[in-house]
């Protein structure tokens, strides 16, 4: 198979909440291939961010694909929200209901595209019985529920292996990594398979001038 282009997918947990629609514009503006909107609930992660009625507010702002990724539990009863608030890709994880098949079978028909995401502890063998049903697979490089944490270099392996299944299949999966990307990890994560990058602090932390410089930087 050919190599995957690398696309870069801003998180907007670590920008400017009290002007969040100009900051979707200007890192929309600055190179940025996805918006990644991660919602938390307070209850599958340890933390609370927002819902889909903000990422309604958003979808004016930008063509950009809408990456939104659900650490909420249960998520099947809140996926028609997050359709319907103008997402692209829905990603939920493994542990996140009873039922993983059926969750992405429920994305898929929507409309949008489906991903699956893995914690630094769930086994990679969660992918394979799934992967028919996969646009995305999210290796998660850090524990979720928080930004700004360090990179786990033991998911260097996990993502790797992610790689060797999604090539096996012929089909055009992406292969999502999120958690303490900097332009050093980014590089041992494209090597290692990944070609999409989610990045909050290393994007945003240096502010609007900057986002273009940090998402080139990503990119290698």
């Known amino acids: 198979m050919s190599t995957p282009s690398i696309k870069i997918a801003p998180s907007i947990l670590a920008a400017d909440f009290s002007d969040l629609g100009a900051e979707v514009r200007a890192v929309a503006d600055a190179g940025a291939d996805h918006i990644h909107l991660d919602v938390m609930d307070g209850h599958f992660v340890p933390n609370i961010s927002f819902g889909a009625s903000v990422i309604k507010s958003l979808r004016h702002c930008t063509d950009k694909v809408f990456d939104v990724h659900l650490m909420i539990a249960p998520v099947d009863p809140f996926i028609g929200a997050f359709v319907d608030a103008g997402a692209n890709i829905i990603t939920s994880h493994w542990e996140a209901g009873p039922h993983a098949h059926r969750t992405l079978q429920v994305v898929r028909a929507s409309g949008c595209k489906a991903g699956l995401a893995l914690n630094p502890g769930t ?38 292996r992610v790689r060797e299944m999604i090539d096996r299949t012929g089909r055009e999966i992406d292969l999502e990594v999120d958690g303490g990307i900097t332009p050093k990890t980014a ?5 290692a398979g990944a070609n999409v990058l989610v990045a909050g602090t290393a994007v945003f932390a240096g502010g609007r001038s900057r986002y273009a410089e940090e998402i080139a930087a990503l990119r290698g």
């Open 123 to 160: 086994p990679v063998e969660c992918v394979e019985p799934l992967i028919d049903s996969l646009d995305l697979v999210l290796v998660m490089t850090v524990n979720p529920g928080f930004g700004g944490q360090t990179f786990i270099d033991s998911t260097l392996r996990k993502i790797a």
């Open 187 to 191: 590089a041992q994560c494209i090597a």
